[in-house]
């Protein structure tokens, strides 16, 4: 997070390059972490165009950081079904990379996901549907709310939060039986 968005924002419409790469280099690598949890193959051509988008609708958004976090996951969001429309298929679903995880302070799923390990994390999260992964990776990766995370995905917030508390039990589930103890 930007401690001084609201200048930055400001610059970035009067047409400051290093404004726009003060707000480009916040967001990136979320941006590309999500976009490769949905599948997209060109994760760098699609976050090019994710923030072409962006910075062409400046001069459009209203809000504040929180609000602009999520209007930028919401252009991901459309251009990754964009990208599966274009090629008629499923998403091609990729593992999570902590690489991709630029939070300052770790949370509690980042330590759980350091302890179990990537593959770990990446069997764990191959027992939810494709629309509880969505939830909970814009959750955890992207750190949105779970109203911003249902402008993102089109549904009400009473429906984000039962698709994160099924997924959260689907996984659950998985680990007891496998004996690991919770």
């Known amino acids: 997070m930007l401690d001084d968005f609201d200048r930055q924002l400001l610059r970035a419409r009067a047409g400051s390059g290093d404004a726009f ?102 069997a764990l999260l191959a027992v939810l549907t494709i629309e509880q992964r969505e939830v909970l990776v814009l959750r955890i990766i992207a750190d949105l709310t779970v109203e911003q995370v249902a402008e993102v995905v089109g549904r009400r917030a009473g429906a984000v939060k039962a698709l994160q508390r099924r997924g959260l039990a689907r996984v659950k589930e998985a680990l007891l039986a496998e004996g690991v103890p919770l």
Do not use: K
């Open 21 to 122: 790469t003060a707000l480009y280099r916040d967001l990136v690598r979320p941006v590309a972490a999500y976009l490769r949890s949905r599948g997209v193959r060109e994760v760098e051509d699609v976050t090019s165009d994710v923030f072409l988008a962006v910075f062409t609708g400046l001069g459009r958004f209203e809000g504040g950081q929180d609000d602009f976090r999520a209007w930028v996951f919401t252009i991901a969001h459309r251009r990754a079904v964009d990208t599966w429309r274009r090629t008629g298929r499923q998403p091609n679903l990729e593992p999570f990379d902590p690489e991709d995880d630029v939070r300052t302070s770790p949370s509690a799923e980042s330590h759980a996901m350091h302890a179990l390990g990537a593959e770990r994390v990446e």
